[in-house]
Each structure stands twice: as C-alpha cells, then as structure tokens.
C-alpha cells in the first residue's frame, strides 16, 4: 500500500490506468470471442470424438470434389476449399489494412479497405451457398449421407450433420461479420469516427472478423484436409 | 520507461509486418494443401503413416492460428497480464481435447470388441455406388441399421 500511495503512476494496479491498457470495449471483445472460441470448440471436439468412436469415416476428397461450372464427373478435390481460404486469408489482411489506417486517421483507406473486407465476407459466403446448394442436389443434408466411407463400408449421418452444424455456425458468423463490415462502413462515411476522434471501433470489429477467419483455419483443418 | 516503450509499440506493428505475416499464412496453407494433396495417393493400409501427415497438417494449423492472434488480433503488442487473461483459460482445450478424444477411441475399441455387429457393420463394403441418385437407395438399408440412434433418424424420412 505505502509504495503504491508514494509512485501510483509506476504500478500497474495502482489506479489512475488502465492496468491492461486497452479500452472496455476492445477488452470485453476479447471475452466474448474466447467465449465463442469455446462453442466453437466444443462442436469441433464433439466431432472429433465422434469420428474416433467410429471404424470408417467419408473421404473428404471424394465429396469435395466438385467446382461450380464444371462438368458434372469432374474430380477436383480441395481446389474450390482452397479458393475459399484464400478469400477469408485475403478479406483478413484488407481488414487489418483498414484498422492500420483507422490508427492513422486515414479516412480514404478505411473506406477502401472496408469495403474490399465486405466484398470478401460476401465472396466467401457465395461460394459456401454454392457448395451447400451442390451438396443437397447430391443427397447430402442433415439426417441423410450419400457418401460412403473411404474404405466403401456403409457411413452414418453424422458425417452430413457436423459438416452442417459447423459450417453453417461458421456461415453465419461470417454472415453477423459482414453485417458488423457495413455498418462501420456507414459510420466511417457518415464520419462518426471523425467526430469521436479515433477509429478504434474499426479495431474491434476487426477483431472479430479476424476470429471468423480463425475459426476457418480450423473448420478448413478439421472437415477438408484430415 | 517500459511502458512508455510498449505504448509505442502497441500502435501498430506497420504494413511491413502485415505484408510478412501474409506471405508466412499463404506459405503455410500452401503447405497444407501439398500435404493435403499428397495424402489422397497414400493408401488407407498405411494408417500410421496418413496420421503423421495429419499431425503435421494440424501443427502447421496452429502455426496458423498463433500468427493470426499474434500479429492480425495483436495480441503480440498487448500487455503480458491482458494476454494471460485470454490464454490461460484457453489452455483448458489442452485437457478437453485430449480427455474427449481418448474417450471417443476408448469407445470404439470397446464397440468392437463387445459388439459384434457394430465391428461386423464396418467390414461389409457397400456394392457400387454408380450415380449418387441409385447409391443413396442402395445405402438408405444397411445404414438404417448400423445404430439405434440413426434407425429413428432414417424412419423419419
């Protein structure tokens, strides 16, 4: 006590300061994306045990095989998956882009590369609207499974349903973060951020936008390539 | 003078540091798409061998994750007490995901050694799949029957 009354500004804990040097909302961010980082986990968890409780599992490179505008036989495993990694590894960098311009009090480039961000959320979703669409015309939805296992024994539904489940819970993550995109789109054009006198509601909204992408590296990981 | 140096820091680590943490996330998925497309010609009887590429490709995932919070989340710039708050608890997946999945195989070596029929299930290939349209009636039986849990599920359809 006696120290801290003698240097309050020396200690971390002391008062007067942040003791994490961050703001609220960024810190509360944080919190809630671990917390979301924990369902996430939970599911991913959840099909793992159930995929190592089982004998044969699907080939992800059998069912995956397609791309939009090809011929109907055609075999192109992982090829549109990686097209769609590279959109969200791209829409991340164009994001951490807008948040370093936000620091500079760059307008223009905010603007630009918000909207570059936004044009990539909806890039990504289309592509997963397309192969969700493809995977239904094939059979494949919650409760049916039209693929075999790899090793041509019969599989289980629960392939189809944690495909969906995760995928879809990451869809719409993306969805929400496209949303998020927007709205602070309008704000920085409406120059609510000039007002304020700082961006930093851009960098929390980059926050999560790059846990979207995070959380795909696993889904890609997780369903596409193991 | 620490922390006056570590607010400069926090910042921005500049473009020159998003260019590198880039071209290191592109590298690495590249990566795993190789090992992702070499492994398509490893045959499933080399089991161990297919799980040590899989290993691999899951290392190389955390790469992945730990350059994305580190540099694109800063966590990196932030001060150390704030990182412990996220990534202690985080620590939590360590045990979660070693405990769920010794249990998942725990079960399956339990189901086949004491369920015949569940073992006996994963041995019988299914005839020929020649359109995806014929193969799904020709699957729709011998899956029904493979758990109780899917029988209810299939009867609805």
Redesign the interface.
């Known amino acids: 006590m006696a120290t801290t009354a003698t240097a309050p500004g020396t200690k ?1 804990w002391g008062g007067g300061k942040s ?4 703001e609220y909302g960024k ?1 509360m961010m ?1 919190y809630f994306l ?1 917390s979301d ?2 369902t996430f ?1 939970a599911f991913l ?2 099909y ?9 599992w699907p080939d992800p ?1 059998e069912v995956f095989k397609s791309f939009p505008f090809a011929p109907e036989g055609v075999h192109a ?2 090829v549109f998956v ?1 097209i769609m ?2 959109i969200l ?1 791209i829409s ?2 164009t ?3 807008a948040v ?1 311009a936000g ?1 500079n009090m760059d307008k223009k480039g905010v603007v630009r590369n918000l909207i570059w961000t936004i044009i990539g959320g909806l890039a990504f979703l289309s592509c997963q609207a397309w192969e969700w669409t493809h995977l239904h015309h ?2 494949a939805w919650w ?4 693929f ?10 629960n392939f189809t349903n944690y495909f969906f489940t995760i995928t879809g819970f990451h869809g719409f993550h993306v969805f929400s973060g496209v949303i998020i995109n927007i709205v602070m789109l309008i704000m920085t054009l409406t120059d609510q951020f000039e007002k304020r006198g700082h961006y930093l509601m851009i960098e929390k909204a ?2 999560y936008w ?2 979207v ?2 959380v795909w ?2 889904v890609f ?1 997780c369903f ?3 | 003078m620490e922390h006056t140096a570590e607010h400069q820091e926090h910042s921005g680590g500049g473009t020159k540091e998003i260019v590198k943490v880039t071209i290191i996330l592109t590298v690495l998925t590249i990566i795993e798409l190789i090992l992702g497309f070499w492994m398509i010609s490893i045959p499933l009887e080399r089991a161990s061998f297919r799980l040590a590429v899989k290993g691999t490709i899951v290392i190389l995932m955390l790469a992945k994750a730990f350059y994305i919070v580190a540099y694109f989340m800063h966590l990196k710039h932030e001060i150390k007490n704030m990182i412990m708050t996220i990534v202690v608890p985080l620590a939590l997946f360590i045990w979660f995901i070693v405990a769920f999945l010794y249990d998942g195989n725990s079960f399956r070596n339990l189901r086949n050694t004491y369920d015949p029929h569940f073992k006996e299930q994963s041995t019988i290939k299914v005839e020929k799949k020649e359109h995806d349209s014929e193969a799904k009636h020709e699957e729709a039986k011998p899956n029904g029957v493979k758990d109780g849990k899917q029988d209810e599920k299939k009867a609805t359809h």
């Open positions: 971390l003791p994490f040097n961050v810190l944080w671990m980082a924990f986990g968890i959840s793992g045990t159930i995929r190592f409780s089982t004998n044969g490179n495993p992982l990686s990694t590279f590894i991340s960098v994001m951490v882009l370093h620091h094939e059979g409760g049916a499974n039209p075999l296992n790899h090793d041509g024994t019969a599989s289980s539904t980059g926050l790059h846990f992408d995070l590296v696993f990981t596409y390539l193991i």
